[in-house]
């Protein structure tokens, strides 16, 4: 299974949760718009420590989405490497698992970004 493959199985779940629950998911993407938006520390860097932060809390759907963001938002490998090594640093052992998926997913959303563009 690769990162896309996560992302496609989670949105018809998050579509049928949202139809139950709009006005939640409403505010949720307002708060995320405002939290990610590019200010003094830049949106590449704020999605970098998403990636993070999926990474310390072992959730492969946090790590595919802020990925791709960062990917998107211009990270490149190397960033995204010292990132996670960042987060090993704060969780120990188990963010170890969790940050090698973490950079295979930057890496396979940024092999797909410099495919589709050249």
Do not use: W
Request: charged content about 25%; glycine content about 10%.
């Amino acid at each position: 299974m690769t990162y896309h493959d996560v992302l496609d199985d989670l949105n018809p779940q998050h579509r049928a949760l949202r139809a139950q629950i709009p006005d939640v998911y409403e505010g949720f993407g307002a708060l995320s718009k405002a939290a990610f938006k590019d200010g003094a520390v830049p949106t590449k860097f704020k999605e970098l420590m998403a990636v993070a932060i999926g990474v310390v809390h072992g959730c492969d759907g946090c790590i595919a989405s802020h990925a791709r963001a960062a990917v998107k938002a211009g990270a490149t490998k190397e960033e995204a490497a010292e990132t996670i090594g960042v987060a090993i640093l704060m969780m120990g052992g188990p963010a170890t698992i969790y940050g090698a998926r973490a950079y295979d997913a930057f890496c396979e959303f940024a092999d797909a970004e410099k495919e589709a563009a050249g």
